[in-house]
């Protein structure tokens, strides 16, 4: 949905979000978007990009898991990382992976869930967390189906609602 792509040299990413035509503009690994899209809440089966994603519910661009507020606001996996995604969440070491997993373990709401494909971010439904494990024996067993090299913190087991 994008309406505009102009070429600019700074490589920060920024969102800005349009006050009346409810568009947003968004800067983006060195490249200025323009979109038309107005809607807060994603289409079932419709790809989106991680700016859109960020524009409609907030969080950054880049997370697995973008919050905002204290509160995880989407889910967005890859199968690469984790086969049986969106279904069972395979969670990595990094202080940042651990502290978004473990605010998603401690929310009761679902978040909106994206699978990402060739086409982009396809929204797959709402999702919350059933059960989450750390024990060592599973997690070895989950990185080894996953063909992960990293070492895992947790796999949390997801509920579609």
Known sequence: MLTGI??????????IKSGKKGGFVGLHEGQLIVSSMTTTEPKENYAY???????????????FLPHKDGRVVAGCFSREWGPHAPREILVGETSG??????MLCGQKEPIPVFLQELKGWVYVGMYRVGHWTQDPTVLDAYAKEGHREDHLSRVMFMICN
């Open 97 to 102: 992976v651990q502290q978004a997993a473990e």
């Open 6 to 15: 102009t070429p600019v040299k700074s490589l920060l990413t920024i969102i």
């Open 49 to 63: 990009s991680r700016v859109e994603i960020s524009a409609m519910l907030g969080g950054n661009i880049r997370s």
